[in-house]
Structures are given as C-alpha cells and as structure tokens.
C-alpha cells in the first residue's frame, strides 16, 4: 500500500480505506466531520463523513 500519511489526521478506524496501514494516520488532505444528531452533545454524536470502507 502505498500511503501518504497525513500526521494532521490522526485515525485508528483500520476499515477505512484511507487508514495509513501501521500508521495511526489519515491519507486524506482534509476530512469532513458530520453528525447524525440533531443537537449533539457528546463526541459519540459525530462522524467522520469522509469515510470509506475497504
């Protein structure tokens, strides 16, 4: 795999297919971060939008 980590991103989520293999990191430039919540208030209310399952 050929990744280009992103040591600003940092993620664990190894089933995206942006993960960094071995590297905690993100290979994306920039990332979007939703919600499913209509008033969150906890970090569990948000979602990484750019992710993308292997």
Excluded at 27 to 44: M, Y
């Amino acid at each position: 795999m050929n990744c280009h980590a992103n040591k600003s991103i940092e993620c664990t989520v190894h089933q995206c297919s942006h993960h960094c293999g071995s590297e905690n990191y993100c290979s994306l430039d920039r990332i979007l971060v939703g919600t499913h919540e209509s008033d969150p208030t906890v970090d569990q209310c948000t979602d990484c939008m750019s992710f993308h399952r292997k």
